[in-house]
């Protein structure tokens, strides 16, 4: 796809943004210079290449659960602004 082949103006108008005529010929420009470098990266081979989501191994990290001291509930209430029964009170968010 060639810069000029690309409606600048029609992903404007679905995106509900209003450009400029600069703007237009800037983005036009821009986004050709985009699908030129794409065009190159279809041109390299990957047939030998084995596919792949990372490019490195990525493995799960866990640690053992382990009991601890937390924090203590009175402690953890002295700030909230609301609180009952040992509970933070909050607003209700849902309409």
Not at 80 to 87: F, I, V
């Amino acid at each position: 796809m060639s810069p000029t082949d690309f409606d600048v103006e029609y992903v404007a108008e679905l995106a509900r943004i209003r450009l400029t005529p600069d703007e237009i010929e800037t983005f036009r420009s821009q986004l050709g210079q985009v699908l030129e470098h794409v065009a190159r990266l279809n041109e390299v081979d990957v047939s030998q290449v084995e596919p792949m989501a990372h490019s490195f191994p990525v493995y799960n990290v866990f640690r053992e659960d382990e009991p601890r001291a937390s924090l203590d509930r009175e402690l953890a209430l002295s700030n909230a602004p609301r609180q009952a029964q040992g509970l933070f009170i909050v607003t209700k968010v849902v309409e």
